[in-house]
């Protein structure tokens, strides 16, 4: 399996950090941003094949990052992840590839990953 690198935008220092941790045991390159804003500045610098993305976030929500993407031309495939009761919609609204409900099981986030990393 060729490298994949997952951009972790959440802005839950705890939930970041042991995400981050996971997907590395799991054999991925991982990177952090606590928020949209942050996660742009990494991904115009690291070029991931896949963000997740929490949409509720301080400085820029999701939403706002998902914009920002369309506004610059960026594509990349998002993940979203998020305890809104309505995690279909919200993944719907930015276009998003995919979509969690917090809280999620691992088993439930990886495929989805895997299914964008190429």
Not at 58 to 63: N, R, T
Request: aromatic share 4%; proline share 6%; net charge negative.
């Amino acid at each position: 399996m060729t490298p994949c690198l997952v951009l972790v935008a959440e802005d839950d220092e705890v939930l970041r950090e042991t995400l981050s941790e996971t997907l590395r045991l799991e054999g991925y390159i991982v990177a952090g941003a606590p928020d949209g804003a942050q996660a742009l500045t990494a991904l115009e610098r690291l070029h991931p094949n896949v963000v997740l993305l929490d949409i509720q976030m301080p400085v820029l929500d999701g939403k706002g990052f998902a914009r920002e993407l369309e506004a610059r031309g960026l594509h990349v495939p998002i993940v979203v992840m998020t305890a809104a009761a309505n995690a279909d919609s919200c993944a719907d609204e930015i276009d998003a590839d995919g979509w969690v409900a917090k809280p999620f099981k691992l088993s439930e986030l990886l495929p989805a990953i895997e299914r964008l990393c190429v």
